[in-house]
C-alpha cells in the first residue's frame, strides 16, 4: 500500500499580514484593494445536508476516492481520515452498510477499509461513470475487476470524462485535499495591501486543476522544490463561483466549517466590514 498522508483540514492561516509594524488604524484605512467590484451572495447559509440520492452519493464518494482513497491489490478499498474527520468514516460506512474502521497506530488519521465483494460491488456501481482521476481508475480495473473474484460480474467501468461539475465530485474532492485560506498581503511597491480569499487544491499533476480552473477560473501553480502543483482561487470573482458551490453541494468534513468563516469574510469584504472595527475582532477570532 501506498504511503498514507494526513489530510490537512486547516483552513490555512487565516489571517497574516507580512508588513511589520502595522497597526489595525493602518489596515482599515488601507485594506481596500479589488474589493470595490466585488459581487454580493447572501447572508443566508443553506441548512448543511448530506448527499441524499444514491447519485449524489455516488459523486461525492467519487471525489474522496480520487483524493485520498486506494483499491489495493488486496482487492479493498481503503480510505484515510484525520481523526478529526472519523464521524464522516462511520457515516459512509453505515451509508454503504459495509466496512471497518480502524486507527493508525501512531498517526492522527483512521483507514476505513472494505474488503467484502458485495461492498466492493456496491461501490464500484456508485463510482462508476463518476471518478475523474486515471490512477484510481486504473487501480478499479487492475486490482478489482481483472481479479478472478470479480472478472466473471461483466462491469463495464468507466471514467466520468466530461467537463460537467455539477455534482457532488468537488465536494468529496475537497473533503480530501483543499483548503481555505485567508489572508492580508502587503508588497512594497503598493500603498494597499490585498484582502485574498484564497480555496487551494495540491496535487502531483495538474489534470484535474485544469478542469477545476475552467470551472472556478483562478489560477494554477508549480512548486518545483515539491514537484506538485496547485490551484488558487486568487480572485473575489473565483471565490463567489466557490462559494455558489459549496451551498449547492456541501462539504461533509470538517472543512464545511472552515468555509463558513472562509465565507463569512467574503460577507465582511462585499460590506465593507472589514474596513472598521470588526477587522480587529475577526482577526483575533480567526
Known amino acids: ?7 490537512n483540514l486547516s483552513a490555512g492561516k487565516p489571517f497574516s499580514s507580512s ?14 484593494s479589488k ?26 464518494l467519487a471525489g474522496l476516492i480520487d483524493g485520498d ?11 484515510v481520515f484525520s481523526s478529526s ?33 458485495d461492498g466492493l ?41 466530461n467537463n460537467d461539475f455539477n455534482n457532488h465530485w468537488i465536494a ?12 492580508v498581503v502587503n508588497k512594497i511597491n503598493r500603498s494597499k495591501p490585498e484582502i485574498r480569499l484564497n480555496f487551494q487544491i495540491d496535487q502531483k499533476n495538474n489534470d484535474i486543476l485544469l478542469l477545476i480552473k475552467d470551472f472556478f477560473g483562478g489560477n494554477i501553480g508549480y512548486r518545483k522544490s515539491q514537484d ?16 455558489n458551490y459549496f451551498d449547492e453541494y456541501h462539504l461533509q468534513s470538517n472543512k464545511h466549517i472552515n468555509y463558513l468563516k472562509w465565507r463569512k469574510a467574503y460577507i465582511l469584504i462585499q460590506d465593507k466590514n472589514h474596513l472598521n472595527d470588526s477587522l480587529r475582532e475577526y482577526k483575533t477570532n480567526y
Do not use: W
Not at 85 to 112: F, M, Q, T, W
Open 19 to 32: 508588513s511589520k509594524g502595522s497597526t489595525s488604524e493602518t489596515l482599515r484605512n488601507e485594506i481596500v
Open 228 to 243: 506538485t502543483y496547485y490551484y488558487g482561487s486568487t480572485s473575489f470573482g473565483s471565490a463567489r463561483k466557490v462559494i
Open 121 to 161: 460491488l456496491k461501490i464500484i456501481n456508485l463510482i462508476n461513470r463518476k471518478l475523474r482521476t486515471l490512477n484510481k481508475y486504473n487501480q478499479v480495473i487492475n486490482n478489482i475487476l481483472n481479479h478472478s473474484l470479480y472478472n466473471k460480474e461483466n462491469i463495464v467501468f468507466k471514467m466520468n470524462l
Open 85 to 117: 474527520d472519523v464521524s464522516l468514516a462511520y457515516y459512509i460506512k453505515e451509508r454503504l452498510g459495509y466496512g471497518n474502521i480502524r486507527r493508525i497506530k501512531d498517526k492522527n488519521a483512521y483507514l476505513l477499509i472494505i474488503s467484502n465483494k
Open 172 to 183: 468529496g474532492f475537497s473533503d480530501a485535499d483543499a483548503s481555505f485560506q485567508i489572508k
Open 69 to 79: 482513497g486506494q483499491f489495493s491489490s488486496k482487492q479493498q478499498l481503503i480510505i
Open 35 to 60: 474589493t470595490e467590484n466585488i459581487k454580493t451572495i447572501s447572508v443566508h447559509k443553506s441548512k448543511h445536508l448530506r448527499p441524499l440520492s444514491n447519485k449524489q452519493f455516488g459523486c461525492y
Open 1 to 7: 500500500m501506498k504511503k498514507l498522508k494526513q489530510r
